[in-house]
């Protein structure tokens, strides 16, 4: 049974860090896909960032480039997201997502992925 598990979520104030991480299980994930989405109540699921199986592309939302950074230990079937600089407005559910297909690119919709954790909150206070 495929599980993800994210942790690493929490109250913090604006300009702060974070690093969540989300460990699967279940599945040999090195050759999938995967990315983190968040959603804010009342609105709907966004993509924020996704790395390729091999973790050679990047893909990031206009809204946090150059303040989160993806990565990835496939040796730990693991996949972080370090938030820096973090806004009122990153509050949000955070989840990751595998891939529905290997050796893919990693996409931005929330269609092009299989299975999905739980969601740790985070909450930036300003």
């Known amino acids: 049974q495929v599980q993800l598990v994210e942790s690493g979520g929490g109250l913090v104030q604006a300009g702060g860090s974070l690093v969540l991480s989300c460990e699967a299980s279940?599945?040999?994930?090195?050759?999938?896909?995967m990315g983190w989405f968040r959603q804010a109540p009342g609105k709907e699921r966004e993509f924020v960032a996704a790395?390729?199986?091999?973790?050679?592309?990047?893909k990031y939302a206009d809204s946090v480039k150059g303040r989160f950074t993806i990565s990835r230990n496939n040796a730990k079937n693991t996949v972080y997201l370090q938030m820096n600089m973090l806004k009122p407005e990153d509050t949000a559910s955070y989840y990751c997502?595998?891939?529905?297909?290997?050796?893919?690119?990693?996409?931005?919709?929330?269609?092009?992925?299989?299975?999905w954790g739980q969601g740790t909150q985070v909450t930036v206070s300003s």
């Open positions: 997502a595998v891939a529905r297909t290997p050796l893919g690119v990693g996409g931005t919709t929330s269609a092009e992925y299989e299975y």
């Open positions: 279940g599945r040999t994930f090195s050759i999938y896909g």
């Open positions: 790395k390729n199986w091999s973790g050679g592309s990047t």
